[in-house]
């Protein structure tokens, strides 16, 4: 029975993360994706900031439950998603800065979330504290890979190497990892090798990556949908021709 | 002004519009649809973009969409 | 006389030039999934404009006449979620008594348009970049007028694509992204025409 149950809160723990993740599944949450993923660096810090969120008001909507009166549930988990996020916001502001004015309006905007109020609508006001815990930071996790995909993907592409040290300011200078060209010895100067495509900073390419991400991942699934199919008809033919070749007389009943 | 001042106008602030939400929005539930609108809902075109999972006709109409 | 060209010119830098969807990323949500349904997309249009208008006239003054005098202006995001839900939910309860035919057309939208990333962000940018209330009502109705304009060509573009032949894992959403990649080009040629 406890195995059971730790197996229940690991399931959606980890769907989450992969099979029902926010963003190429469910198609959530689309503003910060296309928005923040120019640089590598501010998407994972929004995915940090939205993970911290998103749990801390999965488990606060969970907690209050019993207490909030069925008619006035969304009125209060607003007000429970807008404080947290005005609490991160003024973190932010204080530790982190530069990732504060990367972000710009759309740390405010992780209020409307359409993650942060589906989950807390549909899982939070059903489940226990615990549940609700796993599940917020399982879809958080998953929001976070998602968004750091598309941002490297963009940033790679675009600028043809990735920045560190520019957003989180800790890691010391900007370091520069060439990946689509060569260095410059210079910020202003031009590289020897160029092989990078500016468009991929531009909105444009934003729409672009995902648009062609999210086909990726429906050619896979109709690949695994096609193999499904065959494997069934084989198996239906094998038995049919087993069911022929051998006529077993006890099998009264079952007609193919 | 002191700290604890700024900390009971900004209580105060959020309650009032809080009790203005939750006034507002309890009455807008508790209105009954206009006659002649009750099957708006049953023409799901226009809820497709919908992702508010609370909408009480929103399991209704993803359903009918999805299968 | 200068007022009024400024402004004019604002409107049409916020909805064309600095487009709501297109450039500054706001309202996607609503964008992609409206599907190809034309009147859908009309609609919930006319709706988007109707509710970011009257939620910058309200938020405006309430932040520089409430939350700025009182010293709170951290308070700025949660007073804001709280004017625009509730102004939905009461001209929401006025249509329901008095117009069932506005209802009719566009009641059903009107609670989706409290998450709708257009709203909030106007009113934030509003006060978050210090403009004066003639520039924040000319950001609100040029922010409107590019949300209807884009949502509508969207709409209209996708009813073409219904009929044409795309590949099998393009089908739906993902070409629809793609597309809307081609539009935000096309905008993007509209860049610098109005020099603010």
């Given at each position: 029975m406890m195995e059971k149950k730790k197996s229940a809160h690991f399931q959606s723990f980890v769907s989450g993360i992969w099979?029902?993740?926010?963003?190429?599944?469910?198609?959530?949450?689309l503003c910060p994706a296309l928005a923040v993923t120019k640089s590598l660096e501010a998407a994972f810090g929004m995915g940090i900031l939205f993970t911290i969120v998103l749990v801390c008001s999965n488990v606060l909507v969970s907690a209050l439950r019993k207490v909030i009166p069925d008619e006035a549930k969304t009125p209060c988990e607003i007000v429970i998603i807008a404080t947290f996020v005005t609490l991160v916001k003024m973190l932010t502001e204080a530790m982190l800065p530069e990732l504060y004015s990367t972000l710009g309006v759309f740390l405010s905007l992780l209020v409307v979330n359409c993650i942060v109020l589906g989950r807390s609508e549909a899982f939070a006001v059903k489940n226990g504290v615990v549940d609700s815990l796993l599940d917020g930071l399982g879809n958080g996790i998953g929001y976070t890979i998602a968004i750091c995909i598309i941002a490297l993907l963009r940033e790679v592409l675009g600028t043809g190497m990735l920045t560190f040290g520019?957003?989180?300011t800790f890691l010391g200078g900007p370091h520069h990892l060439y990946i689509l060209t060569g260095p410059s010895a210079t910020p202003v100067a031009q590289p020897a090798w160029d092989l990078s495509?500016?468009?991929?900073?531009t909105p444009g390419g934003a729409f672009l990556v995902l648009g062609i991400i999210l086909a990726v991942l429906a050619a896979i699934r109709n690949c695994k949908a096609e193999k499904a199919k065959v494997d069934a008809r084989l198996k239906k033919a094998a038995e049919a021709a087993a069911s022929k070749g051998n006529p077993t007389p006890s099998q009264g009943g079952q007609s193919k | 002004m002191s700290s604890a001042g700024y900390l009971a106008i900004a209580i105060s602030i959020i309650a009032v519009l809080l009790a203005v939400f939750v006034f507002s929005f309890i009455a807008y539930r508790r209105t009954p649809v206009?006659?002649?609108?009750?099957?708006?809902?049953?023409?799901s075109e226009k809820c497709?973009?919908?992702?508010?999972?609370?909408?009480?006709?929103y399991a209704a109409i993803h359903k009918k969409e999805g299968k | 006389m200068n007022y009024l060209v400024a402004f004019v010119l604002g409107i049409l830098s916020y909805a064309l030039?600095?487009?709501?969807?297109?450039?500054?990323?706001?309202?996607?949500c609503s964008f992609v999934g409206v599907g190809n349904k034309v009147k859908s997309a009309a609609s919930m249009g006319i709706a988007v404009t109707f509710v970011i208008l009257l939620a910058t006239l309200i938020c405006y003054p309430i932040y520089h006449f409430v939350l700025i005098p009182a010293g709170v202006p951290f308070l700025d995001t949660i007073t804001y979620i709280l004017v625009i839900a509730s102004l939905v939910q009461v001209v929401g309860l006025f249509i329901k008594k008095h117009s069932p035919a506005l209802y009719k057309s566009l009641g059903i939208y009107l609670p989706l348009i409290t998450t709708n990333c257009a709203v909030l962000g106007v009113v934030t940018e509003n006060t978050d970049s210090g403009l004066s209330f003639l520039e924040s009502l000319s950001n609100g109705l040029g922010t409107a007028l590019g949300f209807f304009i884009t949502i509508f060509l969207f709409a209209c573009i996708r009813v073409r694509l219904e009929g044409s032949k795309t590949p099998k894992a393009f089908k739906g959403i993902p070409i629809a992204l793609i597309v809307a990649c081609l539009m935000a080009m096309a905008f993007m040629g509209l860049s610098g025409v109005i020099n603010l």
């Open positions: 099979k029902e993740n926010p963003l190429f599944v469910s198609l959530l949450g520019e957003t989180f495509l500016s468009f991929f900073q | 206009p006659q002649g609108c009750e099957d708006v809902i049953a023409n497709e973009a919908c992702q508010q999972t609370g909408c009480p006709y | 030039i600095n487009n709501v969807v297109l450039v500054r990323f706001y309202g996607i």
